[in-house]
């Protein structure tokens, strides 16, 4: 068999520290999925918790799990990147779970079709379980803010490891990242499937500090000239937007 031929398809990589309330529901979604084209990778943050005796009662579908300190959760994630073997690489966070058909069909895609980066759906869940929205990806949108899902993303490993996640960022650094592909001409394979389910909640619900990474982000990587215009587009929507109500009211 050759060294092609040996290679995973997917590499699933998923960070964790202290998610032992959620963790059992990621790795069981993991397992409804894991053959031999897919390499599962955890990266722990030193967890306190029951997390690491949860994850090595699934010793069976972890193909590598590092658990030592990190300077924040894309530093984890890029350390994940630099393990993996798969051809495509995807982010599955610690509170998420896979979607078994969705997912399969997306390897399909993959192995059919080989997009640069395959963005795919994702569910949206409140904390309290019950079903809020949808992640739709959408290239449009992308010069406002992140419309590429994460956690339904599969990105070629060559690039993943080439553009990395610019770890100055906290909360953003994954839309950067898309902004960054999508400004070097990389193609998007945008896809109906819906491959996972996110819940709402942690650190990324931190407003402020979102708000204040996209603007910088977008200024880093459009330009002024066009951060300008798009800043000009978001201030006549919401001008648009009061209008509206206004009408609606009287």
């Known amino acids: ?25 990621t790795l069981d979604s993991v397992f409804e999925v894991k053959n031999n084209n897919i390499e599962y990778i955890i990266i722990d943050g030193i967890s306190t918790d029951s997390t690491l005796k949860t994850i090595n009662k699934y010793n069976d579908i972890v193909d590598i799990l590092v658990s030592e300190k990190d300077s924040g959760i894309y530093n984890a994630m890029n350390k994940g990147a630099e393990l993996a073997c798969g051809k495509y690489i995807l982010f599955l966070n610690g509170d998420d779970y896979i979607l078994a058909d969705g997912f399969k069909r997306a390897m399909d895609v993959l192995r059919e079709a080989a997009p640069e980066i395959l963005s795919c759906q994702s569910e949206v869940y409140s904390q309290n379980g019950t079903k809020d929205s949808m992640l739709l990806p959408s290239l449009r ?5 992140n ?3 994460h956690l339904s993303t599969f ?27 999508y400004r070097k001409g990389h193609h998007f394979m945008l896809s109906e499937l819906v491959t996972s389910v996110h819940y ?9 500090l979102v708000t204040t990474e996209i603007k910088q982000i977008r200024k880093d990587n459009l330009g002024l000239t066009l951060y300008f215009i798009t800043r000009w587009i978001e201030w006549l929507n919401k001008l648009k937007n009061v209008v509206f109500t206004k009408k609606q009211g009287s």
């Open 1 to 25: 068999m050759s060294l092609e031929e040996k290679q995973p398809l997917i590499s699933i990589i998923t960070v964790t520290r202290n998610c032992e309330s959620t963790i059992a529901r």
């Open 141 to 145: 949108r992308l010069f406002f803010f």
């Open 147 to 149: 419309s590429i899902p």
């Open 155 to 181: 990105v070629s490993a060559d690039l993943q490891k080439k553009y990395k996640f610019r770890e100055i960022f906290k909360i953003a650094a994954d839309y950067d990242l898309f902004l960054r592909m």
């Open 200 to 208: 709402r909640g942690g650190f990324s619900n931190n407003l402020k």
